[in-house]
């Protein structure tokens, strides 16, 4: 016993002479490296967050509503030419495999509201299951025998997934006719009012190339995770949606609940397939060609949030990974185009792209999840606290504003977006390098009303958590390490930091173990 006592004294002493024969000229430069690179980071974060913060104090107090930027009068008929005075109108739904939406969404779509012999519904399907394929074209059949002019199309292959989708139904031959296309994905849901309050902007202004309306999401209170999600999207739509709009006439398209001017789309150069964000490419194209965007924050369609931890992951991938590589391969494009000002070009590659969709991600894993714990272990570099503190909590409370009911949750909402920063940072990354799963794209699952009707009406509130189901190692790793951490500071300590990363370790071990989201039973 005291041989084994005695050797493993001698393994720590050695261990301990290692770490101090390193630390110094090696740990501690490196740590004071990471520490200045994320003040930096956590700055433009902090400066893009307040100037919006107010931009839209700003929109709010001057009243900076759509129809007094832009003209806008209501549609009305016209005695002599009839309907042919209205514009006709395609509505594209892209679909893959919506057992649990089709019926939801292709009865929205039919049930918009606009002269009939000038609107077309395009349903685009992609389904790879013959059961579905034929449940969703029966469902088509049905809406055609009471005189809805809907077409039922599909190809033979997936190439391009949504933007191949897209890009197809453009061919045919009755889009010609068409002078605007709305774009809803399979689980979105429109009022019949959604056209007579969109189309006018576009019939008025013909420098409006894009008229985009906000989301609302019909499961926002189905678990916590959900509620999460809610937190981040509203700030999007409330902030940076409508700072964009009132400001640059730009922002993100985001793919569905939006008009196109089917020439500005042409002359943007149409759908490609190049990212995984093809709906963001086709907006960037868009401004660079000097069309404006207009976003109408008073306009909501339903839709549905990924309620599974499976789900998110792969959305959040997509829209992490994609951005990033988006970034990666029109920066030059940006910077060369001569259509646009310099103030907007700056505004695309800086705010846009950097700060938001490369930054953020990455500062806040590296900065909270790895470079703040590290500096328990090593004293020697200090972290400033307006670094460590003030600015985290203001751009947190800023966040905020977008869902005050929600202002509770805000500790929940912090160790969530940071735990998800992990796969975040990845697909950045990812997308940044052009690496592996770059590509990738997998259809964010919609469970619609599936669950009520496995649970007698009401949807259940179980979390997922099954010992079968793979563990993500990555989070197990980062749960680990800020374990370590905290019990370190518990130790050795003086500031008690050891609280905040003892919550947050156990945070990234549910996340780990897939012990969030909704669960849902085997049929």
Request: aromatic share 14%; charged share 20%.
């Given at each position: 016993?005291?041989?084994?006592?005695?050797?493993?004294?001698?393994?720590?002493?050695?261990?301990?002479?290692?770490?101090?024969?390193?630390?110094?000229?090696?740990?501690?430069?490196?740590?004071?490296?990471?520490?200045?690179?994320?003040?930096?980071?956590?700055?433009?974060?902090?400066?893009?967050?307040?100037?919006?913060?107010?931009?839209?104090?700003?929109?709010?107090?001057?009243?900076?509503?759509?129809?007094?930027?832009?003209?806008?009068?209501?549609?009305?008929?016209?005695?002599?030419?009839?309907?042919?005075?209205?514009?006709?109108?395609?509505?594209?739904?892209?679909m893959y495999n919506e057992k649990e939406v089709y019926q939801l969404s292709i009865g929205a779509a039919c049930g918009l509201s606009w002269p009939s012999d000038r609107i077309i519904i395009q349903i685009l399907d992609d389904s790879t299951d013959p059961t579905i394929k034929e449940l969703v074209q029966l469902e088509c059949s049905r809406w055609r025998s009471k005189g809805v002019n809907i077409k039922y199309e599909v190809?033979?292959?997936?190439?391009?997934?949504?933007?191949?989708?897209?890009?197809?139904?453009?061919?045919?031959?009755?889009?010609?006719?068409?002078?605007?296309?709305?774009?809803?994905?399979?689980?979105?849901?429109?009022?019949?009012?959604?056209?007579?309050?969109?189309?006018?902007?576009?019939?008025?202004?013909?420098?409006?190339?894009?008229?985009?309306?906000?989301?609302?999401?019909?499961?926002?209170?189905?678990?916590?995770?959900?509620?999460?999600?809610?937190?981040?999207?509203?700030?999007?739509?409330?902030?940076?949606?409508?700072?964009?709009?009132?400001?640059?006439?730009?922002?993100?398209?985001?793919?569905?609940?939006?008009?196109?001017?089917?020439?500005?789309?042409?002359?943007?150069?149409?759908?490609?397939?190049?990212?995984?964000?093809?709906?963001?490419?086709?907006?960037?194209?868009?401004?660079?060609?000097?069309?404006?965007?207009?976003?109408?924050?008073?306009?909501?369609?339903?839709?549905?949030?990924?309620?599974?931890?499976?789900?998110?992951?792969?959305?959040?991938?997509?829209?992490?990974?994609?951005?990033?590589?988006?970034?990666?391969?029109?920066?030059?494009?940006?910077?060369?185009?001569?259509?646009?000002?310099?103030?907007?070009?700056?505004?695309?590659?800086?705010?846009?792209?950097?700060?938001?969709?490369?930054?953020?991600?990455?500062?806040?894993?590296?900065?909270?999840?790895?470079?703040?714990?590290?500096?328990?272990?090593?004293?020697?570099?200090?972290?400033?606290?307006?670094?460590?503190?003030?600015?985290?909590?203001?751009?947190?409370?800023?966040?905020?504003?977008?869902?005050?009911?929600?202002?509770?949750?805000?500790?929940?909402?912090?160790?969530?977006?940071?735990?998800?920063?992990?796969?975040?940072?990845?697909?950045?990354?990812?997308?940044?390098?052009?690496?592996?799963?770059?590509?990738?794209?997998?259809?964010?699952?919609?469970?619609?009303?599936?669950?009520?009707?496995?649970?007698?009406?009401?949807?259940?509130?179980?979390?997922?958590?099954?010992?079968?189901?793979?563990?993500?190692?990555?989070?197990?790793?980062?749960?680990?390490?800020?374990?370590?951490?905290?019990?370190?500071?518990?130790?050795?300590?003086?500031?008690?930091?050891?609280?905040?990363?003892?919550?947050?370790?156990?945070?990234?071990?549910?996340?780990?173990?897939?012990?969030?989201?909704?669960?849902?039973?085997?049929?």
């Amino acid at each position: 016993m005291d041989a084994f006592r005695g050797s493993s004294d001698d393994i720590s002493l050695q261990l301990g002479l290692i770490w101090n024969q390193i630390k110094e000229p090696l740990i501690v430069p490196l740590l004071r490296i990471a520490v200045f690179l994320c003040l930096a980071m956590s700055l433009m974060m902090f400066v893009e967050r307040v100037y919006m913060g107010i931009v839209i104090c700003l929109v709010k107090l001057f009243g900076r509503k759509p129809d007094k930027r832009y003209k806008w009068e209501p549609m009305k008929d016209d005695v002599e030419f009839g309907n042919s005075s209205y514009p006709m109108v395609l509505v594209q739904v892209p679909m893959y495999n919506e057992k649990e939406v089709y019926q939801l969404s292709i009865g929205a779509a039919c049930g918009l509201s606009w002269p009939s012999d000038r609107i077309i519904i395009q349903i685009l399907d992609d389904s790879t299951d013959p059961t579905i394929k034929e449940l969703v074209q029966l469902e088509c059949s049905r809406w055609r025998s009471k005189g809805v002019n809907i077409k039922y199309e599909v190809r033979d292959n997936r190439n391009g997934y949504k933007a191949g989708a897209l890009k197809e139904g453009m061919k045919r031959s009755y889009v010609n006719q068409c002078d605007y296309v709305a774009i809803f994905d399979a689980d979105f849901q429109p009022e019949p009012d959604f056209l007579w309050r969109t189309i006018p902007f576009l019939v008025h202004n013909p420098q409006i190339g894009l008229v985009q309306a906000r989301w609302k999401f019909v499961n926002a209170s189905e678990c916590l995770m959900t509620r999460m999600q809610e937190m981040s999207l509203n700030y999007h739509f409330t902030v940076e949606q409508e700072v964009g709009s009132s400001t640059y006439a730009f922002f993100g398209f985001n793919g569905t609940a939006g008009v196109w001017r089917i020439s500005a789309l042409n002359e943007a150069g149409g759908w490609k397939d190049r990212t995984t964000v093809e709906d963001m490419d086709l907006a960037v194209r868009a401004s660079l060609k000097g069309w404006k965007f207009l976003y109408l924050a008073n306009l909501q369609v339903k839709n549905e949030l990924p309620s599974t931890l499976k789900a998110y992951r792969y959305q959040q991938h997509r829209w992490s990974c994609g951005p990033a590589n988006l970034f990666r391969k029109m920066v030059m494009e940006i910077m060369r185009n001569k259509n646009v000002s310099l103030w907007k070009k700056i505004h695309v590659i800086y705010s846009f792209f950097f700060v938001r969709k490369v930054v953020a991600h990455i500062n806040t894993f590296v900065f909270y999840c790895i470079v703040l714990p590290a500096t328990v272990v090593v004293p020697e570099v200090a972290v400033p606290k307006w670094g460590a503190v003030y600015i985290p909590s203001i751009i947190t409370l800023l966040n905020a504003v977008g869902t005050p009911s929600s202002l509770h949750l805000l500790v929940f909402w912090i160790l969530f977006e940071n735990t998800m920063s992990l796969h975040r940072t990845k697909a950045t990354i990812i997308g940044l390098l052009e690496a592996s799963r770059v590509n990738e794209w997998i259809v964010t699952e919609k469970l619609g009303d599936a669950l009520k009707g496995k649970s007698g009406g009401k949807a259940p509130k179980k979390l997922r958590f099954r010992i079968g189901d793979r563990i993500h190692m990555l989070e197990l790793f980062v749960g680990f390490y800020l374990l370590f951490c905290g019990c370190y500071d518990l130790m050795f300590g003086k500031n008690h930091f050891f609280i905040f990363l003892y919550i947050q370790a156990f945070a990234f071990f549910i996340m780990a173990f897939g012990y969030v989201g909704t669960f849902v039973p085997n049929s």
